[in-house]
């Protein structure tokens, strides 16, 4: 049987006569990293807030570890780390300075888990840099510092890789595959940067307008990626007519560099390369390729746009 960290059930928040969350159920297994996908503003942040209790819902309950009543909620929360809307840190402080500061703001006892903390993010050689002078990456990795105190089982991480540089990134990205991986820690990454969560989730909530439109595993979202052919010919718009009017369908879409997504005619490639060349086109590129997640978020949202 599933153990979850996380549920919730037709959770609702609103402002004014706007839906942030819209009777929201989802569910975050443990032990699994957890890419919440959706577009600024779809509610994203909202859930967050309320699972933090930074916000109160509307309408709807949730479960933390299997606890729903408040008092229960409130020692839950103890067993969660989080970073919401950038790290909260003291620019003039150092590494271990800063750690100190949040451990004795949050009444953690014992000072061993600050170096040991600071050697798990790879921070321990900072010496008396201050945060301030700090690279992004380093920021970032001091942010996941001042979550990780007090041991949590459950990572909560709102946009964590925004605004950071390819080598800040990837530092990131290595260490949560490494607490998730070595340490057992749930983690619940809410972004819209969809190539990195490819690289990182297990598993999938897709939100947008405050509804959540689906969820499902790595392994299931590899499955569900449609196959299309790729397809670069020198006039794409007399392509677009032609795919229209010979083969009978608006399974395609053209890119913004001019290639071709044709999600129909899969299995009779060949036929499509005459129908093509047969009316003068020049074949540039033209091969089988699968969706990636970018291109499934977009497909799930909107559907797919034609020529």
């Not at 309408?59 to 067993?79: C, P, V, W």
């Not at 490494?178 to 972004?191: A, Q, V």
């Not at 299309?228 to 032609?242: G, M, Q, S």
């Not at 899969?266 to 003068?280: A, F, H, Q, R, Y």
């Amino acid at each position: 049987m599933n153990e979850y960290v996380l549920t919730t059930g037709q959770l609702s928040k609103g402002y004014q006569k706007n839906m942030a969350l819209d009777k929201v159920s989802l569910k975050i297994e443990k032990g699994s990293i957890y890419g919440f996908i959706g577009q600024n503003g779809a509610g994203k942040s909202t859930l967050i807030r309320v699972v933090t209790g930074l916000a109160y819902p509307s309408s709807g309950t949730f479960e933390l570890f299997g606890k729903n009543s408040e008092r229960d909620i409130i020692e839950a929360r103890k067993r969660i780390g989080t970073i919401i809307e950038g790290p909260a840190l003291y620019p003039q402080m150092t590494a271990k300075e800063n750690l100190e500061a949040h451990r004795l703001l949050r009444g953690i006892p014992g000072k061993e888990c600050i170096d040991k903390t600071l050697k798990l993010v790879g921070l321990q050689d900072t010496g008396k840099k201050k945060a301030k002078n700090f690279s992004l990456g380093m920021k970032q990795r001091l942010g996941l510092a001042i979550a990780l105190l007090g041991d949590p089982e459950f990572l909560i991480l709102d946009e964590p890789i925004n605004g950071l540089d390819p080598m800040g990134v990837v530092e990131v990205r290595e260490l949560l595959k490494k607490l998730n991986k070595e340490y057992g820690i749930t983690i619940l990454i809410s972004s819209h940067i969809l190539s990195e969560l490819h690289l990182l989730a297990t598993h999938y909530g897709i939100i947008h307008k405050g509804e959540l439109l689906e969820q499902l595993s790595a392994k299931e979202l590899h499955e569900k990626c449609q196959q299309y052919l790729h397809i670069k010919v020198d006039d794409p718009n007399k392509a677009a007519t032609i795919i229209e009017n010979r083969l009978a369908t608006q399974q395609y879409e053209v890119m913004p560099n001019g290639t071709i997504k044709l999600f129909a005619s899969i299995d009779s490639p060949g036929k499509v390369s005459k129908i093509l060349t047969n009316e003068g086109l020049v074949i540039e590129e033209f091969m089988p390729m699968g969706e990636d997640l970018e291109s499934y978020f977009s497909r799930r949202i909107g559907g797919v746009q034609h020529g």
